[in-house]
């Protein structure tokens, strides 16, 4: 079974950067054919799909973020990362890594960016 820890949040101001990463194991296959994501859950908000690296390395963004945050895999330490750049308040939430096509992410981590 997949087990997934995010780590990297923290509270910044608004233009700030953090970059979160998500250590994995347990993984069945070559941890780089994996497609991976990053979602977000802010309070009163629907759980949103950030960011995906797929299994041939393309990426994908949800619109409010494209620009400003970028993706990345590391096979050979099997980590997922999300480098965020030009932070905004509304970018606020538990960020947690899956595998795509899941909604099983780990513990999370709080990002919170202040006006």
């Known amino acids: 079974q997949v087990q997934l820890v995010e780590s990297g949040g923290g509270s910044v101001q608004a233009g700030g950067s953090l970059k979160l990463s998500c250590t994995g194991s347990?993984?069945?296959?070559?941890?780089?054919?994996?497609?991976m994501r990053w979602f977000r859950q802010a309070p009163g908000k629907e759980r949103e799909e950030v960011a995906v690296?797929?299994?041939?390395?393309?990426?994908h963004y949800t619109d409010s973020v494209r620009g400003r945050f970028t993706i990345s895999k590391d096979n050979a330490k099997k980590t997922l990362y999300l480098e965020m750049n030009s932070l905004k308040p509304e970018d606020s939430g538990i960020y947690y890594c899956?595998?795509?096509?899941?909604?099983?992410g780990g513990q999370g981590t709080q990002v919170t960016v202040s006006s």
């Open positions: 347990g993984f069945t296959f070559v941890y780089s054919r994996y497609c």
């Open positions: 690296v797929d299994g041939d390395g393309g990426t």
């Open positions: 899956s595998v795509c096509g899941s909604w099983l």
